[in-house]
């Protein structure tokens, strides 16, 4: 046993030693290797020098957009932290610790392990009055309000807290962080695209004054998302291009996925269903390399679409379950959920499948909390009715209606115009022509305003057919 002993303070010794002569090797290079040396103070339990090579590798991983590397990197930082006495000293550096673990976390959408990380420090934070530490941690926990939980009003007043701590401390990354999220609050969950927009081109500005390229990427791949659902379709495309060269040039892998994934959503926009195939497909190459799973959900969601509307419907639901089956492991956008369950009943009535619970469907429906989706789930409702038996057709009618009124309430334009052309099917099949034709002829036009040629083609050979 004291053999044992003596071996292993040996061993840490050298360790330390050797840790000290890679500083002094690669003085001049020296975040290069802050991984190896990380691992010898560790080994020498000298966590003290431990925790701050980790702290500064894991700040360098995440300028660099390897997130995933800057995570493992504060994970490992706060382990070292808590193998420290306990003084105010190492309270302060454990406070920074999980608010960076926070960051990083919630940068690629891991709301639920972004609030697990910073919950223990919130009170000690307050209590110091780390304003810089608070503005990351009330972003971290309005995006898991918006997000998560889906308390609107709880998210929007943490961001807009976290603003102003950022204003006050001049903390240029918590202030772009903040209107990043307060931006993708706005659009998502109140379809204010004005005040959406405005925080969103804030967040950018001050990516493109340092120069950071996969920030920019990201940013404008979430604008893209925006002007996408607005109904600006020629804007989001050339937006979320624009984030794939960004991405490209970055090298980062985060970055690649979103912009790939997003720009894949702008072209089903446009119609041009096979390049969205294309680029979604490669968007979750990226996004399954990463352990992105958000944008791996989306990317499947509207792979199922396009398989859904050339008529594929068992791969449909594939891409479905696959959606569902990636947004479940981000915890979040319970919303997105009840929508995604209600098209996968859509496809699998289409592929022969009969066997639907209309009534939990419906009842699902009201539970939806984004205002984005409120017409998007009674479109899928409205086409469920109307596909399921040939006898629901006033209760297709009544859905489809009140899609109609919902996203033309919430500027919903695009989405406005296929419910439109959902509404021409519903008179199509109950024999009126004429009505079928008019609300096509409506739908065309919204469809030429939001620049959505390929559905403009579609819809004319629609209607082509009534003729």
Request: glycine share 6%; aromatic share 12%.
């Amino acid at each position: 046993m004291v053999y044992d002993s003596i071996l292993r303070e040996k061993k840490k010794k050298l360790h330390d030693q050797i840790a000290a002569a890679i500083e002094e090797v690669y003085s001049e290079d020296l975040g290069n290797h802050y991984g190896i040396l990380a691992e010898h103070y560790l080994a020498a339990e000298n966590f003290e020098k431990a925790s701050e090579v980790l702290s500064l590798a894991g700040k360098r991983a995440a300028r660099k957009g390897s997130l995933s590397e800057a995570i493992i990197h504060a994970k490992r930082n706060i382990t070292a932290l808590e193998r420290l006495p306990w003084t105010d000293h190492v309270e302060e550096r454990l406070i920074d610790a999980r608010t960076f673990l926070g960051l990083y976390y919630s940068q690629i959408n891991y709301h639920v392990e972004a609030y697990r990380a910073v919950e223990p420090v919130v009170e000690l934070a307050e209590k110091r009055k780390k304003l810089k530490q608070l503005s990351v941690i009330y972003t971290i926990t309005g995006s898991y309000h918006s997000f998560v939980s889906e308390d609107f009003e709880c998210g929007l007043r943490d961001l807009k807290s976290a603003i102003d701590l950022s204003e006050t401390a001049q903390a240029f990354a918590p202030y772009v962080q903040a209107n990043f999220w307060l931006g993708a609050s706005f659009y998502q969950l109140a379809c204010d695209f004005e005040n959406g927009l405005n925080h969103f081109q804030k967040a950018l500005q001050l990516a493109v004054a340092v120069n950071s390229l996969w920030s920019m990427s990201t940013i404008k791949s979430n604008l893209s998302a925006l002007l996408y659902f607005r109904g600006a379709l020629s804007a989001g495309l050339e937006m979320s291009a624009e984030a794939m060269r960004l991405a490209e040039e970055s090298g980062d892998i985060f970055s690649k996925a979103q912009s790939y994934v997003s720009h894949g959503c702008c072209l089903y926009g446009r119609g041009m269903l096979k390049e969205a195939t294309v680029n979604l497909s490669k968007g979750t190459e990226f996004g399954s390399r990463g352990g992105y799973f958000i944008w791996n959900a989306i990317a499947h969601y509207h792979l199922a679409e396009i398989c859904h509307l050339k008529g594929e419907f068992q791969e449909a639901v594939c891409h479905y379950e696959e959606a569902m089956r990636f947004i479940k492991r981000t915890q979040g956008w319970p919303s997105w959920l009840i929508l995604w369950k209600t098209a996968l009943a859509l496809s699998n009535i289409m592929n022969g499948g009969q066997a639907v619970d209309l009534e939990s469907l419906c009842r699902n429906a009201m539970k939806i909390k984004q205002k984005s989706a409120e017409g998007w789930i009674r479109r899928y409702l409205g086409e469920i009715f109307l596909n399921i038996d040939g006898y629901h057709f006033p209760e297709a009618q009544h859905w489809i209606e009140e899609a109609m009124e919902a996203d033309q309430r919430n500027g919903m334009k695009w989405h406005l115009a296929r419910d439109i052309a959902v509404y021409a099917e519903l008179f199509k099949r109950k024999g009126d022509a004429f009505k079928a034709k008019e609300q096509l002829g409506r739908a065309i036009d919204l469809y030429k305003e939001c620049g959505a040629d390929g559905w403009v083609m579609m819809a004319e050979e629609e209607l082509a057919s009534l003729s």
